[in-house]
């Protein structure tokens, strides 16, 4: 599911951002997605981050509802890293 969302988000960052406003479990598995490539866990994810650290950074993007412009600003950023 992660590449498939990756890839979305680099060509459509605003339907994986309909998404993440929309959907409480979309955006839980973005996050978790992120934190798990972005982090040395050798695949155990609750090596490096405890679930209350995690639903904390969900609740960051759920409760404003900035999961669509977070999509965006991540597309953006790779875009210019690309280039």
Request: with cysteine; proline share 4%; hydrophobic share 40%.
């Amino acid at each position: 599911m992660g590449l498939r969302i990756l890839g979305q988000q680099s060509t459509r960052p605003q339907t994986v951002g309909y998404g993440l406003v929309d959907s409480p479990a979309a955006l839980c598995a973005w996050i978790v997605e992120k934190f798990w490539s972005w982090t040395d866990s050798g695949g155990d994810l609750h090596r490096v981050i405890t679930r209350d650290e995690l639903l904390d950074n969900l609740m960051l993007y759920w409760l404003p509802g900035t999961g669509a412009s977070s999509a965006r600003l991540y597309w953006e950023s790779l875009r210019q890293v690309n280039e």
